[in-house]
């Protein structure tokens, strides 16, 4: 065997091993929801069965914690695109001296524990609204304490699409009449579109997946991971293989929609160029022709 040969074995090799640890568990995990066994467990096999599904779409908690996660998520994508698009549009227009001070500012609550955000939102708010206040609840402070970093993933995802936006578009416009909300609602903003979407999925995902703010900032009520901490620790059963199934195949589906509508974005952006430079090309030759 050549020196190629074997860096070919090993190449593969790693990316069996690579492959296996990180798609592995998920693929034991999600054959567990089908093993008629009151543990989730692969082996022994005692016979296929659908009856976990029907178990978890009867867990009322369950339900409940769903559409909690659910209605956070939606709020958190609300306030959070809003704020991290702001974020990013600001540090395009300040002074450049000032940016890097501006950039640490913003970007500090990413590194900043969630325990500590959950804490100090609540204790913010219940000292500015009142324990007794109906805004003081674990909807309102959940999404409060949660848009506090995820706006700074969503000014990031702005920040390296406005790095693409040609200065001169504004120019133009602005030198045409343009005020600068009509820039803003006819120009910038259908070029940011797919930035506000991926933005606002990974707002939605960030919210729906995080423990360590929420626990705090929920107060009385129940969202999906504080739920199924719960569970976790009294003791788990294949019901939760079951969701842990159903919550992969859905991302899975959005991930391949998302890349589906990335490209044929990116086809649109390329016709338009196209066009463009043809038609720039075209104006310019009848000019060339005359001199």
Not at 197 to 208: G, K, R
Request: with cysteine.
């Amino acid at each position: 065997m050549t020196s190629k040969g074997i860096f070919s074995f090993f190449i593969g090799f790693y990316l069996l091993l690579f492959f296996a640890y990180l798609f592995g568990p998920l693929l034991i995990m999600g054959a567990t929801a089908f093993n008629n066994s009151s543990y989730p467990q692969l082996w022994p096999w005692e016979g296929f069965t659908l009856y976990w599904f029907i178990k978890l779409a009867n867990d009322q908690a369950m339900l409940r914690g769903i559409g909690n996660s659910l209605l956070v998520g939606l709020g958190v994508i609300c306030l959070a695109v809003p704020i991290g698009l702001a974020g990013a549009i600001v540090m395009t227009q300040i002074y450049w001296r000032a940016r890097a001070l501006y950039y640490l500012i913003v970007v500090s609550p990413l590194l900043t524990p969630g325990v500590i955000i959950g804490i100090s939102t609540v204790l913010f708010w219940r000292q500015l609204l009142g324990a007794n206040q109906p805004l003081y609840s674990g909807y309102f402070m959940t999404i409060l304490g949660q848009a506090t970093f995820i706006s700074a993933y969503c000014m990031l995802i702005f920040l390296s699409r406005l790095q693409r936006f040609d200065r001169a578009q504004e120019e133009a416009a602005l030198d045409l009449g343009a005020s600068n909300l009509q820039f803003f609602w006819q120009v910038l903003l259908p070029f940011l579109r797919p930035a506000v979407f991926s933005a606002a999925v990974l707002a939605f995902l960030s919210s729906f997946e995080n423990y360590n703010t929420t626990t705090f900032t929920i107060l009385a009520r129940t969202t999906l991971t504080t739920e199924l901490a719960g569970r976790v620790r009294q003791g788990s059963n294949p019901s939760l293989s079951a969701l842990a199934l159903l919550i992969i195949t859905i991302t899975l589906i959005g991930a391949i929609l998302y890349e589906i509508y990335k490209r044929r974005e990116d086809r649109r952006e390329k016709a338009r160029a196209a066009v463009a430079a043809a038609a720039a090309e075209a104006e310019g030759e009848p000019a060339i022709a005359a001199a």
